[in-house]
């Protein structure tokens, strides 16, 4: 090594450079693993209070990259090697960036997205341009660097935005879908603007010379163009090929994964030959490659695990690196003084703009400025920005230190504004979420239908048909493969991204695919009004339920419907089943953040075609009162607008004028108060159905008054092979006299009291039965509807 020299000029020892070479390795080595540990320790520690990966990340880096210990251990060729790394991270994750974008909406009539996202900028632009150019943040006067610092606080990082907005839970939101929304438009705009800006100010390339100045500029930018142009035209061409080429389930060929990478990287690489900056020119071939298709979700899912696994700890250790602490000016007022009109400027501009544009579109002005808050946000290119200034002795360290931390700051607020957002919606929301009870008639109902094989389709079918109401506004349904993961199916999987894998398993493809095409099948012929979704919960017993209950919460399900684990023989009995499925069955009972169903088929899926012209198919609806059988009266108004349905309801009532309900009323504890209250619920609930549905004649309607739980068995017995499906509610009713004791004897506690009966091995082998549970307050956030509105 060229820093190593013997005493007196003799050449070293061989046992000493093996050795200084030895602990030289070690010393990096040792920083850079130190950077992995601590900067996933950090973000774990930091958890708890909701903060961003980025906070722990710069905070480790800054700490990490300014012990001497570390930093006497790295050699000016190691710190070269850190360079490059950071550099072609940041292409990587600009280029990402730009698949997430859509350049064409720039052309189109500003939406109140984007009129946010300008508002919050142009004065943030104003500010740093009139103010700035006398407070010395650079080496040398520079126009570039006052734009170039204008756009880097003015902007916004979509990437820490999107992820902080949907892990708060406040993504499905009003303000929570405007913020992302505008902080997409942000960013996007302030990257383009410094893809314009390289042009004329290029970092990288010092011209003196005002004519090869301008020749350097529109070579540049005729090369830019020419990419532009040839990524916007030949790219969907190209993708389609290999996408064609490559159906979804079947791996991906590697012939055709090796041309993809090379055409994404050859677009990437145009511009750069002719010196513009390859960092800008990936994010600009990144906006105008295809994002759908399954050769981009693979490349932008590979890329968005890698970059946090492995390219993040390295990038903040890099920038901890070069933010040199020891040329922070901190004794000088100077320093202090220009650092506090950073963060007064990042501040104040975006909330400024956005408090006069929420005054026009009707925004109360406290929401506003949250909006501003949350829009000051930085990210990872800002961070590099801000780095590479100092490495280009545009900027002094101390600018350099100070923009850092700016950006730091700028994401802390954030989950406290988010608190603040939450507290104020908790107030307004009501004392729990929607359910179908109180579903507006207009919104589609969302389903999530879970299946477990083929021999739950012709019921799925039924369940679809009954179900779709009119055609406007239709059902939503998410139709779900139940499959345990096991060790053989494990091993056929292919991951094609961080969240994404294939199931190649040949007895798992088949069956989706007998699925699909029977169900897609009837959609096309009969489904008015019925859109269908394929989903798939692939997991063990142990984590179905919670995939389950996330893919409800993240689609917006109002209703799950759930096969029973039991299955039909041919001669109408049931079997054994399968306890893993009852297992499911129990956990999403308990987690579901909305309603769930289970299906008992005991020959539901054997009905013929149910007809849309006469009344043929005999549902009934068995209603006691609680809040389960008020949902499952409103399942039934869907069910009733069938026209080859023939609906009956049937009420339990107690027979108030006997004298054994009376001792029986005495020996139970009765909380007189809730009683009263889900009477109430009950009558008003039964009185809109009576008015919408049995008054017309549409609805049959009959009364069983009954004194004890033993006549309500004998009753519901009674009702055997009347109807094709009985709907009936879970539970949920407050210490109701009539159903008291039945629980003893349930072998199916899953099923409700009711529902246990009315499926039982014993009773009729020809209806089916549905039992409806609306979800309770549990699981969800803090008793606020994510879908709440403030604004």
């Not at 030289?24 to 320790?41: D, R, T």
């Not at 650092?339 to 703009?353: N, R």
């Not at 608190?419 to 999530?448: F, G, H, V, Y």
Request: charge should be neutral; include cysteine.
């Amino acid at each position: 090594m060229e820093n190593v020299h013997a005493v007196n000029g003799s050449a070293p020892a061989c046992p000493d450079f093996i050795s200084y070479t030895v602990k030289n390795a070690a010393g990096k080595v040792i920083s850079i693993g130190l950077a992995f540990v601590f900067s996933n320790l950090s973000h774990q520690l930091l958890k708890p209070l909701s903060q961003p990966r980025i906070a722990s990340d710069i905070a480790v880096g800054l700490v990490l990259g300014n012990i001497s210990l570390i930093r006497h251990a790295f050699d000016e060729q190691f710190i070269n090697i850190l360079n490059s790394i950071a550099e072609f991270g940041m292409i990587c994750y600009m280029f990402v960036l730009g698949m997430e974008m859509d350049p064409y909406v720039i052309f189109k009539a500003p939406s109140r997205n984007a009129m946010v996202a300008y508002a919050g900028m142009v004065p943030t632009i104003i500010l740093v341009c009139s103010i700035t150019p006398f407070l010395r943040y650079y080496q040398h006067p520079s126009i570039g660097f006052t734009l170039c610092l204008s756009t880097t606080l003015s902007g916004s990082s979509s990437h820490i935005l999107t992820r902080l907005i949907t892990s708060l839970k406040i993504g499905k939101s009003d303000i929570g879908k405007l913020v992302i929304a505008a902080g997409m438009h942000s960013d996007m705009i302030s990257v383009i603007l410094f893809s314009i800006g390289y042009l004329f100010f290029p970092t990288a390339i010092s011209v003196n010379d005002l004519a090869a100045h301008i020749r350097m500029t529109l070579t540049m930018a005729a090369a830019l163009l020419l990419q532009i142009i040839f990524t916007a035209t030949v790219s969907p061409i190209f993708m389609n090929w290999v996408n064609n080429e490559n159906p979804e389930g079947k791996p991906m060929k590697g012939s055709h994964l090796v041309l993809a990478v090379a055409y994404m990287a050859f677009v990437c690489s145009g511009a750069p030959i002719y010196g513009y900056s390859p960092i800008l020119s990936a994010f600009v071939a990144g906006i105008f490659l295809p994002s759908e298709g399954r050769v981009s979700k693979w490349a932008v899912g590979k890329i968005n695990y890698l970059l946090p696994t492995i390219f993040y700890p390295v990038f903040f250790f890099w920038m901890g690196f070069h933010a040199d602490f020891s040329k922070f000016e901190a004794s000088h007022w100077g320093t202090w003084g220009r650092f506090l009109v950073l963060v007064l400027i990042t501040i104040f501009g975006k909330v400024i703009g956005t408090v006069i544009c929420g005054v026009t579109l009707g925004f109360h002005q406290r929401e506003s400025a949250e909006l501003g808050l949350l829009l000051t946000a930085k990210g990872h290119f800002h961070v590099f920005l801000a780095v590479i200034g100092t490495l280009l002795d545009i900027t002094t360290t101390s600018t350099s230190i100070s923009i850092i931390i700016v950006i730091f700051l700028s994401v802390l607020p954030t989950p406290l504004v988010v608190s603040q957002i939450i507290k104020r919606a908790r107030k307004r929301a009501p004392a729990q979420r929607m359910a179908l009870e109180w579903l507006d008639p207009s919104n589609e109902l969302r389903t999530l239908l879970c299946i477990q094989g083929v021999h739950n389709v012709l019921s799925t079918i039924n369940f679809m048909e009954i179900s779709q109401g009119a055609s406007d506004p239709g059902i939503l349904v998410y139709l779900t493969d139940m499959v345990e993961l096991t060790d053989h199916i494990a091993s056929t999987l292919v991951q094609e991204g961080m969240d994404t894998v294939t199931v190649m398993d040949k007895d798992v493809t088949e069956m989706r695919d007998q699925i699909s095409t029977a169900v897609q099948a009837y959609v096309e012929e009969n489904g008015n009004g019925i859109t269908l979704r394929r989903m798939l919960a692939l997991s063990t017993f142990d984590g179905m339920a919670k995939d389950i209950c996330n893919l409800a919460e993240d689609l917006m399900i109002s209703l799950i419907i759930l096969p029973f684990h039991k299955n039909r023989h041919a001669n109408g009995t049931l079997d054994g089943g399968n306890p893993g499925f009852r297992y499911v069955n129990r956990k999403v009972l308990r987690n579901a953040p909305c309603s769930v169903g289970i299906l008992v088929d005991r020959g539901y899926g054997l009905v013929e075609k149910i007809s849309k012209s006469i009344s043929s198919f005999q549902v009934a609806v068995i209603f006691f009162g609680g809040k389960d059988d008020r949902e499952a009266l409103a399942y039934a108004g869907r069910v009733a607008r069938h026209p080859g349905v023939k609906l009956t309801v049937i009420r339990f009532l107690l027979d108030s004028e006997s004298v054994t309900a009376s001792r029986r009323a005495g020996n139970y504890r009765i909380n007189a108060a809730e009683q009263e209250e889900e009477m109430k619920l009950d009558d008003e609930s039964f009185a809109q159905f009576y008015e919408r549905h049995i008054a017309g004649g549409h609805v049959s309607y009959s009364e069983k008054h009954v004194v004890n739980s033993a006549e309500t068995y004998t009753t519901l017995r009674s009702l055997e092979g009347q109807y094709g499906l009985i709907i009936v509610g879970r539970g949920g009713r407050v210490n109701s006299i009539l159903t008291i004791g039945m629980n003893d004897w349930q072998q199916c506690p899953e099923l409700g009291p009711i529902g246990d009966v009315l499926s039982g091995s014993d009773s009729s082998h020809t209806t089916s039965v549905l039992i409806i549970q609306q979800h309770s307050l549990k699981g969800e956030l803090d008793g606020v509807d994510d879908e709440f509105s403030i604004m």
